[in-house]
């Protein structure tokens, strides 16, 4: 079955960056898209970025375009996510996913962007 687990999360300064990983297992990780989805305190999934298989596509969403970038390593099974220039609004619960909705989901790594 898909098992994905998240690591990376921190408290980190307004401004700052932090690199979010997921490894996945129980699937063919390389010829499935990828998401990262994130829970923000008191709201529902949010679904933050997409990339295709083979890494020729990424999707963001506007919130983070510009500041945030996934990439994956299909050989290691890996999933990233770098996040630069950090904002508050950026502190939640992240979760790699096989698609928009969560699906697959680990338990999260958290993020907290505070002063």
């Known amino acids: 079955q898909v098992q994905l687990v998240e690591s990376g999360g921190a408290l980190v300064q307004p401004g700052g960056s932090l690199r979010l990983s997921c490894v996945a297992s129980g699937f063919r990780f390389s010829n499935t898209g990828m998401s990262w989805v994130r829970q923000r305190p008191g709201n529902g999934l949010e679904w933050v970025s997409e990339?295709?298989?083979?890494?020729?596509?990424?999707y963001y969403a506007d919130s983070v375009k510009g500041r945030f970038t996934i990439s994956r390593d299909n050989v290691k099974n890996m999933l990233y996510l770098q996040m630069n220039f950090l904002k508050p609004e950026g502190t939640a619960l992240y979760f790699c996913?096989?698609?928009?909705?969560?699906?697959?989901r680990g338990q999260g790594t958290q993020v907290t962007v505070s002063s």
């Open positions: 990339i295709n298989r083979r890494s020729t596509t990424t």
């Open positions: 996913a096989t698609d928009r909705t969560g699906t697959g």
